[in-house]
């Protein structure tokens, strides 16, 4: 049987303008092109998990409006399990606007809209799928409530908990994710949520282990064009960067987060897992939008053997 996965968090449409430039305030400018796509952090990670093939299941809520029964459909037919996809009445669903410049960088809004109603009750509801899991995986773009309910679900009933705290929420009580797992931030969401700075990679280090001081039990922080860091309390461990071109970095975190949390379910190393996840990043980063540039097992396969065997003519 594949590793199974939960994924308790959002989903939103997408709503992505290709710019030449970021405007000004005030400023109207002409884009390029636009489309429209499903993303929100927690709908990512899910498709990211399911298309390297594990059986992921999504606790999310959705609006009563046009989207959401095609955010529904989306999520089925990446393959995962919509029985704990909730619509909530009277509400839309949630939106991201998202702007991305030549460079692949971008910028983005987000409108929780219907994920502002996911509840414990959501995950009490859910419990029987939740037990069977190998993983819960979980983000910040739904009440904090629901996510200490989460955590707290995991740790009492043998069930491994990652919290992506994105976006950072200064209101998280660390106090409250005592026995988490897997804590991911990036550098700028580590500095805010531990309160130090983070501008070298001693400074990092010292952050995140304020955080393992505090009973979170692992660390793992993304650098961007650095890597990451998997920290503990007696140990470091550095993930190299993958060097690509890229097209449009809208979505390599989820990448990141979903496809780590499906190899270290499967059975590989915390070390192995992260460096295969490093990779199915950078590939995202490659084509355009979030899930749309998600790779299936195959074709994160071949990206890896060519990968592989350009190291090997250089060596």
């Known amino acids: 049987m594949p590793d199974r996965i939960a994924i308790v968090g959002s989903n939103m449409v997408d709503l992505v303008t290709y710019v030449d430039r970021m405007p000004e305030r005030g400023e109207t400018l002409e884009a390029p092109d636009f489309a429209l796509g499903f993303g929100g952090k927690g709908a990512n990670q899910a498709v990211a998990a399911a298309r390297l093939g594990a059986h992921v299941s999504m606790v999310t809520c959705v609006g009563d409006d046009l989207f959401g029964p095609r955010t529904r459909q989306n999520l089925a037919d990446n393959g995962v399990d ?62 904090l409530e629901t996510v200490y309910h989460a955590v707290a679900f995991g740790a009492r009933h043998g069930v491994q908990t990652i919290l992506n705290p994105a976006p950072a929420h200064p209101e998280l009580d660390l106090s409250r994710l005592e026995g988490l797992d897997w804590f991911c931030p990036n550098e700028s969401e580590l500095a805010m949520l531990s309160g130090m700075p983070t501008d070298s990679d001693a400074a990092v280090l010292a952050a995140a282990r304020s955080l393992t001081g505090r009973g979170i039990r692992n660390v793992i922080v993304t650098l961007g064009g650095r890597g990451a860091r998997l920290i503990t309390q007696d140990d470091v461990i550095q993930i190299a960067p993958v060097a690509v071109e890229p097209v449009d970095t809208t979505g390599a975190g989820d990448a990141f987060i979903g496809s780590f949390a499906r190899f270290l379910s499967g059975g590989a190393t915390p070390e192995e897992a992260l460096s295969r996840a490093a990779r199915y990043a950078a590939h995202s980063i490659t084509g355009r939008g979030t899930q749309s540039s998600y790779a299936d097992a195959a074709a994160f396969d071949a990206f890896c053997r060519d990968r592989d065997a350009m190291a090997a003519e250089r060596r």
């Open 82 to 143: 919509v029985s704990h996809v909730r619509s909530v009445a009277g509400t839309p669903s949630g939106v991201a606007p998202i702007f991305v410049e030549p460079d692949g960088e971008n910028a983005i809004l987000i409108v929780k809209g219907a994920n502002a109603h996911l509840s414990p009750d959501d995950i009490d509801a859910a419990q029987d799928t939740l037990k069977r899991c190998d993983a819960i995986l979980l983000q910040l773009e739904v009440p």
